[in-house]
């Protein structure tokens, strides 16, 4: 599809998954929905952002290629709360699959 923000519009209902938008995605509104959902997962527990340590979902591992052909500090930047410098070191999270693991 070309469009990295679907990852975190989709949800598999585990618990590292992005969490379910409350509202059916529609074409009229599916830009701004998208970006709701990318902001608020790179945003969430889901991912540990500092300036110089970045600790992301395994989603970004696996799929890394389909954000700025694996740039991740460069994709994630614009959508982060905390501003990552370019050099800062990536680590990725174990993924949890079930539903009731904290």
């Not at 905390?82 to 693991?101: C, D, H, L, M, Q």
Request: charged share 20%.
């Amino acid at each position: 599809m070309n469009e990295p923000r679907i990852h975190f519009g989709m949800n598999c209902a585990s618990i590292s998954c992005p969490k379910l938008l409350n509202e059916a995605f529609t074409a009229d509104k599916l830009d701004a929905q998208l970006n709701e959902v990318t902001k608020g997962f790179i945003n969430s527990n889901k991912n540990t952002i500092t300036h110089h340590y970045v600790e992301l979902s395994s989603i970004f591992n696996w799929f890394g290629n389909n954000f700025f052909d694996g740039e991740l500090i460069k994709y994630i930047n614009p959508n982060s709360e905390v501003p990552i410098a370019s050099a800062s070191e990536i680590g990725f999270k174990e993924y949890k699959r079930n539903i009731t693991e904290t």
